[in-house]
């Protein structure tokens, strides 16, 4: 009696175990569930990638330390001598120290300059009743698309009326100017997303335009703003051409000129050339791997939505 009592409970149990079995998927041999396939071409593709990257920086690096001469017999070989002083003379003879400093002074004031002017002008563009606002879109991308070399001879003239020539500050203004259309449509983007139920409610509160900008919106577009400064920054920082035109005085010049002392009449010292691009490439190396998980969160996130 006892024993069929218990074939009765434990038959459904066994039952559903049965089930539960045949629904489950035959196991190969050796295969385990979170075990992925390889994919020989996939990491081929990628090891080209890298070595597509990576080849041109190795050749720079040894080329900073070889001799002029051995860079002329031997431009992609490894150095048969390492002359690790030839960045403490590119340092020295090109003057990087004021020019890193110059360009670090540069790329903050445009990253924070463009911050400021795109943020504001995202804001009205999407939350303020602002007429017109298809054609400042159009505005807008058409200012990003048009060369900054058909506004040289013009700017260059009306920079020297306003005695802006020959001043980082004239030199800012143009970054900001330049660098701003971009910076507003990625930060549009952000805006475009955050619920107006936010901005609602802090009007209900009594907050006006400002402090709703600034105590609602901004803390929530940050991660745009955060990459916004990091690209502007980024460019100003490598700009070549508006600075070799806009600044003449030597104490002025931005670390991306410095390259300009290694030139002597018909020759260039391709040696100290590549030592002085290693040094002032470096700064930007440790600020990007420092912050490159906001960088890419604040491009993911955007999205550039329309």
Not at 14 to 21: E, F, G, I, K, M
Not at 22 to 41: C, E, L, M, S
Not at 274 to 283: D, E, F, K, Q, V
């Amino acid at each position: 009696m006892i024993r069929v009592q218990t074939d009765t409970l434990t038959a459904p149990a066994a039952s559903r175990r049965a089930a539960r079995a045949a629904a489950r998927p035959p196991r190969r041999a050796g295969f385990r569930p979170d075990h992925r396939p390889r994919r020989p071409f996939s990491v081929l593709i990628l090891v080209v990638l890298a070595f597509y990257a990576t080849g041109p920086l190795a050749v720079f690096v040894f080329n900073s330390l070889k001799s002029p001469a051995e860079i002329s017999r031997s431009p992609i070989g490894l150095p048969s001598e390492w002359r690790w002083e030839n960045f403490a003379t590119a340092f020295e003879d090109a003057n990087m120290g004021q020019g890193l400093l110059n360009s670090a002074i540069i790329a903050v004031s445009t990253a924070l300059g463009v911050c400021v002017i795109a943020s504001m002008a995202a804001y009205a563009m999407t939350r303020l009743d602002l007429p017109g606002k298809g054609a400042w879109i159009l505005y807008i991308l058409v200012s990003t698309s048009v060369p900054i070399q058909l506004f040289l001879v013009p700017l260059l003239s009306w920079w020297s009326t306003l005695g802006l020539c020959n001043t980082q500050f004239g030199l800012i203004v143009i970054y900001w100017a330049v660098y701003s259309p971009f910076a507003t449509m990625l930060l549009r983007s952000f805006l475009l997303t955050i619920p107006k139920e936010y901005e609602e409610a802090a009007r209900l509160d009594g907050a006006g335009e400002w402090r709703l900008f600034t105590r609602v919106m901004v803390p929530m577009i940050w991660p745009g703003m955060l990459t916004v400064a990091l690209v502007a920054g980024l460019q100003a920082y490598n700009e070549f051409l508006l600075a070799v035109t806009f600044i003449q005085d030597s104490q002025l010049l931005p670390v991306s000129l410095s390259l300009y002392s290694f030139q002597q009449s018909y020759a260039v010292d391709w040696s100290l050339v590549s030592a002085a691009g290693l040094i002032m490439a470096a700064p930007v190396i440790v600020v990007f791997l420092l912050l490159q998980r906001r960088f890419i969160e604040g491009y993911t996130q955007g999205g550039l939505a329309n």
